[in-house]
């Protein structure tokens, strides 16, 4: 008695072939991110369908977060999300970590001012004592899209040079990173519902699940900075690698 012949596999629907074509040149790099996919007029003459079987697979290809479909652009392959994996205890240059992910990068001053530390401010008095802080309001952007808001007090008895440096130019914490030495620092960290004023400059609405580090620095006894930075919640991880018995 013959041994019973296998069932072929099921024909591929053309609407499956599509996706599966799309999604293996994205997989093999052949279309790195922000490759622009061809059109749907282009899809449609060379997979001789109808324009609703292209857009349901373009569709379906977004919903999984494989592309980007802009209105009156087109479709792009998606790009990693600027998210921010930083390892505990240490110091991320936004800057680098946002463009490392093949984002670009911006940044926004929007408030300066050396100033008095504010009666009653423990912590501005702990930082310059009687003198002046460098008081620093920032915007980092990812993409033209708000990524984190940063409020900066730095010590110009620490760091001198800083009082003369163009922050709308640079990120006040990359250029601290580059030309100041520390040599211990302290981490905060909470979630908040972010408030009406902060959710107005991320662009977001009021209540917006945020992760704010709070981080201070000095160099031997000398407070050198301290930042409040607040991250829109799905753009942040705080990591710590550690082995069996380590201290």
């Given at each position: ?8 596999a ?11 074509d799309?999604?293996g ?33 373009l ?25 921010i ?17 093949g ?19 423990a ?23 708000p990524?984190a ?5 730095i010590?110009?008895?620490a ?10 130019q ?12 520390w ?5 905060r960290i ?13 662009q ?21 900075t301290c930042?409040?930075?607040?991250f829109l919640?799905d ?7 550690f082995?069996?018995g380590?201290?």
């Amino acid at each position: 008695m013959s041994a019973p012949q296998a069932s072929p596999a099921p024909a591929r629907s053309l609407h499956q072939r599509i996706r599966d074509d799309i999604e293996g040149r994205i997989h093999s790099g052949q279309w790195p991110p922000g490759h622009r996919i061809p059109s749907e007029h282009a899809l449609m003459a060379q997979y001789g369908c109808a324009r609703m079987t292209v857009s349901k697979v373009l569709s379906l290809l977004a919903d999984a977060g494989m592309i980007e479909r802009r209105r009156r652009a087109g479709s792009f392959v998606a790009r990693p999300h600027p998210h921010i994996e930083q390892v505990a205890l240490d110091i991320p240059d936004i800057p680098f970590e946002v463009a490392a992910r093949g984002h670009r990068y911006q940044f926004e001053l929007l408030a300066r001012q050396l100033r008095k530390p504010r009666r009653g401010d423990a912590r501005e008095a702990e930082l310059a004592g009687q003198a002046r802080v460098l008081a620093l309001q920032c915007l980092h952007l990812a993409d033209e899209r708000p990524l984190a808001l940063e409020d900066r007090l730095i010590n110009p008895a620490a760091a001198p040079q800083a009082v003369d440096v163009d922050f709308s130019q640079t990120a006040p914490g990359s250029w601290l990173l580059q030309h100041v030495s520390w040599t211990r620092a302290e981490h905060r960290i909470s979630a908040i519902g972010v408030d009406a004023a902060r959710a107005r400059l991320l662009q977001v609405p009021t209540g917006t699940a945020c992760l704010v580090i709070e981080r201070r620095t000095w160099r031997g006894e000398q407070p050198v900075t301290c930042v409040t930075q607040v991250f829109l919640g799905d753009s942040y991880d705080l990591v710590a690698r550690f082995s069996p018995g380590g201290r």
